[in-house]
């Protein structure tokens, strides 16, 4: 599902976006908030369906990716969570 985790968007493939994320998302605000895994770190991110049928998070992304020490090689689990305020994403560092 991720290829280059330092990039400036992050991409999910058509049948994830499709099937699982965009009957949740809110096109209106385009908002996903994203935390990790231990709740100590939060950015709201763009969140928005692509052109290309997938689910892209833009703006915010490289912020969460930098503020959260994430690293090139490094495993992590991506968790998405629909709540009474939407949906929203945990990222666990494996």
Not at 78 to 93: E, Q, R
Request: aromatic share 16%; with cysteine.
């Amino acid at each position: 599902m991720v290829t280059n985790l330092y990039c400036y968007f992050q991409y999910f493939s058509v049948p994830f976006s499709m099937g699982s994320l965009f009957p949740h998302m809110d096109v209106d605000h385009g908002e996903l908030p994203i935390t990790t895994g231990d709740g100590t770190i939060t950015v709201t991110a763009r969140f928005i369906k692509g052109v290309d049928k997938r689910a892209t998070i833009t703006k915010g992304w490289s912020d969460f990716f930098c503020q959260a020490h994430m690293n090139e090689g490094q495993v992590y689990a991506f968790a998405f969570k629909c709540t009474s305020k939407g949906l929203c994403l945990i990222i666990y560092s494996i």
